[in-house]
């Protein structure tokens, strides 16, 4: 089965209009984009706008692209308040995106004592019930109550007959805080929601950059999204197959690795749109257009990525090319565990 890129939108600043076959930014590749709730909470002549157009005339999106919308939670829960679930519904209703998730989600950090874990996972549980009979995507976190929630879900007759299911709360979770679970029951979590539900498709929200798409691949889940593309790009940052990411454009107080004499030469190489049309000049330059050119670069590394990974464990070559590619990663560790599982049947 194929991993879908979902890659995160800003209203703010639509471009690179990577989507868009008359741009130069266009990617071919891209299949879905994703925008949040919380922006057009913030702007309300936007949020009304999609209302009355619809959200893909509304961001000028053609039909052969998906249409995912957050709810925006997290936004939501740093300001201490509860999301407008009503007008949230009401957005769905009359903006017609091609998936939503139900209102509002409670997501828990591995900072969290158990007692407050088992209380997202209540709160979110009582969400998920309140919006079962609709076309809203149930949500569930990876932690501590990863199998209650599968156990929870399995009891309704109406939520273990949705189609699809959305997966949050896994980065934070591998990227080592202090208090998180161990990789291995992280992805025991994950293999068990994968079995459990092996008909449905699975969303995982939020994945960083190149290396935990490879988890999420060989997790087999069906869609994953990223911001990280644009978020890199706006602090000077690009990204490089398999590894890590590296500062190429010096923007404000933001540091980072910069690329070794290889890397610049790979660069100069880079057959993406932004790299063919505007060389290294185009991604070390500073405001809009270097932004948009870092930004495009850094989807594209991230879809070619997707493509190779596919690619590699279709044609039985995989292991062996994680082995060079992913060199220095730390989620290699987490790769092999995964491979371990496959071959043994387990996955
Ligand atoms: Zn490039």
């Known amino acids: 089965m194929k991993l879908e890129i979902v890659a995160g939108l800003s209203l703010k600043c639509l471009k ?45 999106i053609p039909r052969r692209i998906k249409i995912y919308l957050d709810n925006g939670a997290f936004y939501f829960l740093g300001r201490d308040g509860q999301t407008p679930r009503r007008e949230y519904e009401e957005f769905v209703a009359q903006s017609h995106p091609d998936w939503y998730p139900i209102p509002q ?15 997202c996972f209540q709160r979110t549980m009582r969400v998920n019930r309140a919006y079962q009979q609709d076309g809203f995507v149930p949500v569930i976190h990876t932690g501590k109550f990863l199998e209650q929630y599968t156990a929870a879900l399995r009891e309704s007759e109406q939520l273990a007959g949705k189609k699809s299911l959305a997966l949050g709360g896994i980065v934070p979770n591998l990227l080592r805080s202090p208090k998180a679970a161990p ?14 539900f092996a008909d449905k498709h699975l969303h995982v929200f939020g994945i960083g950059g190149t ?56 660069l100069e190489a880079c057959p993406c749109p932004a790299c063919r049309q505007f060389g290294i000049a185009g991604l070390k330059a500073r405001k809009i257009y ?35 590619h992913l060199d220095n990663s730390i989620y290699l560790p987490l790769v092999h565990q995964l491979l371990k599982q496959k071959n043994s049947g387990r996955l």
């Open 105 to 119: 989600d409670f997501i828990p950090s591995p900072q969290m004592t158990r007692a407050e874990q088992r209380r």
């Open 16 to 60: 690179p209009r990577v989507w868009d076959r008359r741009s130069e930014y266009h990617l071919p590749g891209l299949r879905a984009v994703m925008v949040s709730y919380a922006e057009f909470h913030q702007m309300p002549a936007q949020r009304r706008q999609a209302m009355e157009r619809g959200l893909r005339e509304h961001l000028g």
């Open 183 to 196: 990789y291995a029951e992280i992805l025991a979590g994950l293999i068990h929601v994968r079995q459990v």
């Open 211 to 266: 290396a935990t798409l490879h988890l999420a691949a060989l997790l087999e889940m069906d869609s994953v999204d990223s911001s990280g593309w644009r978020n890199r790009a706006a602090r000077g940052l690009v990204q490089l197959p398999g590894s890590g990411d590296r500062m190429v454009a010096e923007l404000g107080s933001w540091r980072g690795r910069e690329p070794s004499r290889e890397e610049w030469e790979w």
């Open 290 to 324: 270097g932004f948009c050119n870092r930004a495009t670069h850094n989807l594209w590394v991230l879809l070619e990525e997707n493509r190779r990974i596919e690619r590699r464990l279709a044609n039985n070559t995989y292991s062996k090319w994680c082995e060079r």
